[in-house]
């Protein structure tokens, strides 16, 4: 696949990634009402957790929607998404086992994250048969 394909998927995932969680950094109680149907207005001190939460994934998609552009930071910053959506997939199906009532409202989430898990493994992937490739040529020449 063409680099700019993966500039674009880059972007896109980035942007997916921080809207997200958007309203929950900028209002954690009615931000996580809006998105995941869930009121933490009656569990004392969970509001700054969330808060919290939401700062960091909306980060995590900043992080990911510069490394389009920016090489140097793609690999940890993809490798660090991998392992964050992996453990919110996770969760997210947990949750629809155990609580399916809550769980549906993570079905956006985790069919999201699960095209971006797919998508970052691809692309490492992709990127490593690009580089045996390269150095076959780099062989060849000399």
């Known amino acids: 696949m063409s680099a700019k394909f993966w500039e674009f998927f880059l972007r896109f995932s980035g942007v997916a990634t921080l809207l997200g969680p ?3 950094m900028i209002s954690p109680v009615s931000g996580t009402l809006l998105t995941l149907k ?4 009656s569990v004392n001190g ?3 957790v969330i808060g919290h939460w939401g700062i960091m994934i909306v980060g995590i998609g900043v ?3 510069l490394s389009a552009s920016q090489k140097e930071i793609r690999k940890t910053t993809l490798l660090y998404a991998i392992a964050e959506k992996v453990y919110m997939v996770s969760g997210g199906v ?3 086992i155990t609580l399916p009532e ?3 409202n993570f079905i956006p989430v985790i069919i999201s994250d699960t095209i971006q898990i797919i998508g970052f493994t691809l692309y490492f992937a992709f990127e490593k048969r690009r580089q045996q490739k390269h150095k076959s040529r780099l062989v060849v020449a000399q």
């Open 63 to 65: 992080l990911i929607f």
């Open 38 to 41: 869930l009121d933490i207005s």
């Open 22 to 24: 958007l309203p929950s």
């Open 46 to 48: 969970l509001a700054p």
């Open 94 to 96: 947990y949750t629809l």
């Open 102 to 104: 809550v769980g549906m």
